[in-house]
């Protein structure tokens, strides 16, 4: 095995790599406030571990078997003659790579694989005639090379292009430190004398090959990014719009991205034009072993609440309750008399719509919601639905939060309520008297109706084939925090980016 000493030019590819990521610090990078963003995901170095290794796995799996092109050389040796050598089917078919590194920086991530060996085999032979013998000599076989101390380093720039992830690698450099070649076959012998001459060629066949397949690589990785969508369906009604603000903001140890968060109607129709403050959000994760954190802004969850109450989900006509006797005027009798006098044992139903839409607060232990609704009593007479009376309510309720799969979903409580009568075709009512039957109405028709929805949750922010894992979530003033560990699983995504790979 000979050595060949480590490339100068790679030592300063390394320097170059390092000191763009430490210097260039004065460069600060320019964030457009005027842009809204209301969900942060920072992945930590942890995050950043994983991923990197994720990449390369797949990135090796998709390189190899790797051909690389036929190397061919005429020799003049002494008392021989011109001897012409070619060494064909030269196939990489193993890497391994000993040791990675990623560091994020403000002007990129370099990633640095270094001590990678490769395995690769090839065809040989020889091919000369000399005035020894008068027939020309030729002869063949396989070889074995094996790569070693192998490097690989670049620089990836993330950047904001439309509201997409745009990758460009800025550095490239793939570095062979050792070589040796083995011959099989033939008089395999009485050449492996010659096949140092191959040495530097092959190395450089190697590093071309690995550099060329690692920038076809990150541009088929580019354009995976950018189909990434910029919406995220939730159901019919609506999608996250998860368009990229501002580009990514890197730290020595992590990388933060802001996207838009908000929740929008999937139809075009009705686009509710409601305001939000823009209160920067940043990600609080205490465990900085979690490979990820996602920060909501409360105006995720009240845009949500506005879109829902657009799309008029948020009413409801009860005409069962557990205790059917309820709607039905006979079962009202002491409660409002008037109304049974007026109507006697008429079926009812309750309509109950929502003044405004809920409003949600995030604060530093909990979440809670206030609902404002219209409750009003429909007498049902031949056919006709006769509006009677209608309370108003205001209703208080927390919330607690939870992750299923990588959703975030929820559940509410009703803490308290208020109710006062907003008109009435039946003379005053005893509001006191009705309390108790407005409570069962809302504690067994109205809270799990939304319960259910709630339960669903949103998606969060997240790739296919990714799920959160060990998910903790914090509460800060007006900010829902999730950090966890992410899993991966085969996903139809990255799949389709091994085959652009390949
Ligand atoms: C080329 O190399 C591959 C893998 O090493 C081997 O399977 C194949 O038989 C070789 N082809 C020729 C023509 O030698
Ligand atoms: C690949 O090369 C390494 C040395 O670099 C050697 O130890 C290993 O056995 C080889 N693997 C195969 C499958 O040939
Ligand atoms: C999605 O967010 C981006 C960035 O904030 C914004 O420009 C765009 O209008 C939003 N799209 C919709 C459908 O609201
Ligand atoms: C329920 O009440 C709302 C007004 O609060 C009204 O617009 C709606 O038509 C009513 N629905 C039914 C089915 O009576």
């Not at 060990?470 to 829902?480: D, L, P, R």
């Amino acid at each position: 095995m000979k050595a060949m000493k480590i490339s100068s030019k790679f030592v300063l590819l390394l320097l170059f790599i390092t000191s763009s990521l430490l210097f260039v610090s004065s460069q600060t990078q320019v964030r457009d406030t005027d842009q809204e963003s209301f969900t942060s995901i920072v992945i930590s170095q942890t995050g950043l571990d994983f991923i990197k290794n994720l990449l390369i796995t797949k990135a090796v799996s998709a390189i190899i078997p790797l051909q690389l092109p036929k190397i061919e050389k005429t020799v003049k040796i002494p008392f021989v003659g011109n001897v012409r050598m070619v060494l064909s089917n030269i196939t990489i078919y193993r890497i391994d790579v000993l040791s990675s590194y990623v560091k994020p920086g403000e002007s990129g991530v370099a990633i640095i694989a270094s001590g990678t060996t490769c395995n690769l085999s090839m065809n040989w032979f020889y091919e000369y005639s000399t005035w020894l013998v008068p027939v020309d000599i030729s002869d063949k076989g396989r070889a074995s090379v094996q790569v070693e101390g192998m490097e690989v380093g670049l620089t990836l720039v993330l950047e904001n292009q439309k509201g997409s992830l745009k990758l460009s690698l800025t550095d490239c450099g793939c570095y062979v430190k050792d070589i040796s070649i083995k011959l099989d076959g033939g008089a395999s012998w009485l050449y492996q004398g010659m096949v140092d001459a191959f040495e530097g060629q092959i190395a450089a066949a190697v590093e071309n090959a690995i550099s060329k397949k690692l920038k076809e690589g990150i541009s088929k990785f580019d354009s995976f990014l950018q189909s990434l969508p910029k919406e995220i369906p939730v159901d019919d009604h609506a999608s996250l719009n998860v368009t990229f603000v501002d580009n990514p903001l890197l730290t020595s140890s992590s990388i933060g991205f802001d996207i838009n968060g908000l929740f929008t109607p999937r139809k075009k129709a009705s686009v509710p034009n409601y305001h939000y403050k823009n209160l920067q959000p940043s990600v609080l994760c205490t465990d900085q072993i979690k490979m990820l954190g996602i920060s909501l802004d409360a105006a995720v969850l009240n845009s949500a609440s506005a879109l829902y109450y657009d799309a008029e989900f948020m009413q409801w006509i009860v005409d069962k309750v557990p205790d059917q006797s309820l709607l039905n005027t006979a079962g009202w009798r002491f409660i409002i008399p008037q109304l049974y006098k007026k109507y006697p044992n008429d079926d009812m139903n309750l309509n109950i719509s929502l003044s405004t839409p809920p409003v949600i607060r995030v604060a530093e232990h909990n979440i809670d919601a206030t609902v404002y609704a219209d409750l009003i009593i429909d007498v049902l007479e031949a056919d006709k639905v006769i509006p009677v009376a209608c309370i108003s309510l205001v209703i208080h309720g927390s919330g607690s939060v939870k992750i299923t799969g990588n959703n975030l979903g929820g559940s509410v409580k009703v803490s308290d309520f208020t109710m006062s009568l907003k008109w009435s075709k039946i003379g005053n009512l005893h509001l006191y008297l009705i309390q108790p039957v407005v409570w069962t109405v809302i504690q067994t028709v109205f809270l799990p109706y939304v319960n259910a929805h709630l339960g669903q949750g949103f998606p969060l922010p997240i790739i296919h084939g990714f799920t959160v894992q060990n998910a903790e979530i914090i509460f800060s003033t007006s900010k829902i925090t999730v950090c966890s560990d992410v899993s991966y699983a085969e996903s139809q995504y990255l799949n389709q980016l091994l085959v652009y790979l390949q």
